[in-house]
């Protein structure tokens, strides 16, 4: 959204990892260079595994980290990812008295969000552990090679993944918190649900061909819904594109 993205396709890989095609016309023709600066801009979680704070913030915070940030932190207990003294050796003698690491938490949010409110006024330096804390055990870690390379191959939606079988299925953002990736259609499953669809078929209309049996069954299998989100994200870049092709039109006759 910062970079003016609209057409933005989210695909689960059929593992771990989630896939975000984006089709604006601008971005497909993107260099290798600026594909890398978005990458870079995105990218907040930084280091390897000798590396034990990843994510350092400072003033000013860029209002695309506040996004990041504004909702409900992890139940998350780790102090020592906050190098000043300060704060942490309080931490430490309070933290064993809270019964779970909710409480921890509660704890370590409400202290950093009390720096803050004195930093505003002037009177200590902002403080932003339980941000970082958040972004380097959620923000998710992003692959530059995949994003920057323009003959990279890329898996597309509806493959299957070599080592689940599970398909990779476009989400549905306004659903996600309904989405369990364990309950995504498996190549297996599928073929169970288009030989039971087949069967019924067969005996509702015995004269009806092959090909078209096959296409109206796979809508009475578990992908049906996954292809309605593919097809609702085919349509809106339609109407766009049509959309621009008029503006053009137009601006021609204009003249």
């Not at 260099?31 to 990843?54: Q, W």
């Not at 006024?121 to 958040?134: K, L």
Request: aromatic letters at 8%; glycine letters at 8%; hydrophobic letters at 35%.
């Amino acid at each position: 959204e910062d970079l003016g993205m609209k057409h933005r396709l989210w695909v689960y890989s059929g593992r771990r990892g989630v896939h975000c095609w984006v089709c604006d016309d601008a971005v497909r023709k993107w260099s290798p260079a600026l594909r890398a600066a978005t990458v870079e801009y995105l990218t907040l979680v930084k280091g390897g595994a000798e590396t034990v704070k990843k994510v350092i913030l400072s003033e000013p915070v860029h209002p695309f980290i506040r996004v990041c940030v504004g909702g409900k932190g992890s139940a998350v207990s780790v102090i020592s990812l906050d190098h000043q003294p300060q704060h942490r050796e309080p931490l430490q003698g309070e933290f064993p008295k809270k019964r779970d690491s909710v409480q921890r938490w509660e704890l370590l949010k409400g202290r950093m969000e009390r720096t803050r409110r004195a930093a505003g006024s002037g009177r200590s330096t902002p403080c932003y552990a339980d941000w970082e804390i958040m972004l380097q055990y959620c923000f998710p870690r992003l692959d530059i090679n995949v994003s920057k390379g323009v003959g990279h191959l890329l898996k597309s939606p509806f493959s299957v993944h070599p080592k689940t079988g599970r398909i990779s299925v476009p989400l549905d953002l306004r659903r996600l918190d309904q989405f369990d990736p364990f309950a995504v259609p498996t190549i297996s499953s599928l073929c169970q649900e288009l030989d039971a669809a087949g069967d019924d078929g067969e005996q509702e209309d015995g004269g009806e061909t092959e090909p078209k049996r096959r296409v109206r069954d796979y809508k009475k299998t578990s992908l049906a819904p996954y292809r309605r989100v593919f097809e609702q994200f085919v349509e809106e870049m339609e109407r766009a594109r049509r959309g621009e092709l008029l503006r053009r039109s137009d601006l021609q006759g204009d003249f």
